[in-house]
Each structure stands twice: as structure tokens, then as C-alpha cells.
Nanobody
Framework: VQLQASGGGLVQPGGSLRLSCAASGRTFSTIAMGWFRQTPGKKREFVAA????????YYADSVKGRFTISGDSARSTLYLQMNSLKVEDTDVYYCAAKSNFGTWRIQDPTTYNYWGQGTQLTVSS
């Protein structure tokens, strides 16, 4: 499975942006996808995830109510709609996918099998 994230950019505080992640390859073998973010030198932080089978979504407390994760039924595209952006949302955002084998811990990046390259979000006035 190959993932490619896009949509990052410069946004003012309070603004909105939507990130996209295009998935290709054996996407049918994935059970979940998610978004993480990371500042250089820090641990990769969970943002949001969706479990394909049930459509259940999960969010970090820091983004709950502001961010919305969604995807298409073909599991080929994942989105992260980000509203009411804050300066502290500035980061490099990564999309990830979990295959259908092995343990999955929603907020643990080590349990995701596939990663896209990051896309930079900068929230600044």
C-alpha cells in the first residue's frame, strides 16, 4: 500500500484546511487509516483515525470538535477536515494505514504498517 498526503499550507488562526491522503495498491487489505502529526525531535502524535469496517472514528482530545476524518468506501482516499485552526496545530501531518494482520492500537504509530510522506501545516497570522 502506498500513501501520498497533500493539502498542507499556511493558514491564519481560526481558518480551515483539508488534508488528503491518496492510497494505492492493496488498499482492501487495510482495516483502518489515520492521521498523525510530528514536530522534529518529538514523538509522532495521534490526531485521528477511522476503522473501515464500522466507520467508527477516533480523535485526540486536542482536536475533537474541530477536526473531522473521513474516507471513501474504496479505501482509496482519506481526508482530514481541519476547522478553527490554532497556532499549536502547526506541524507536519502524516497519513497512515493499518493492515489486516497484527495488533492495532489506535493511537500507537508503531502499530500502523504504511505511511505517507508528510505535509506541512503552518498556522500563523
Amino acid at each position: 500500500v502506498q500513501l501520498q498526503a497533500s493539502g498542507g499550507g499556511l493558514v491564519q488562526p481560526g481558518g480551515s484546511l483539508r488534508l488528503s491522503c491518496a492510497a494505492s495498491g492493496r488498499t482492501f487489505s487495510t482495516i483502518a487509516m489515520g492521521w498523525f502529526r510530528q514536530t522534529p525531535g518529538k514523538k509522532r502524535e495521534f490526531v485521528a483515525a477511522t476503522f473501515w469496517t464500522t466507520g467508527t472514528t477516533y480523535y485526540a482530545d486536542s482536536v475533537k470538535g474541530r477536526f473531522t476524518i473521513s474516507g471513501d468506501s474504496a479505501r482509496s482516499t482519506l481526508y482530514l477536515q481541519m476547522n478553527s485552526l490554532k497556532v499549536e496545530d502547526t506541524d507536519v501531518y502524516y497519513c497512515a494505514a493499518k493492515s489486516n494482520f497484527g495488533t492495532w492500537r489506535i493511537q500507537d504509530p508503531t502499530t500502523y504498517n504504511y505511511w505517507g510522506q508528510g505535509t506541512q501545516l503552518t498556522v500563523s497570522s
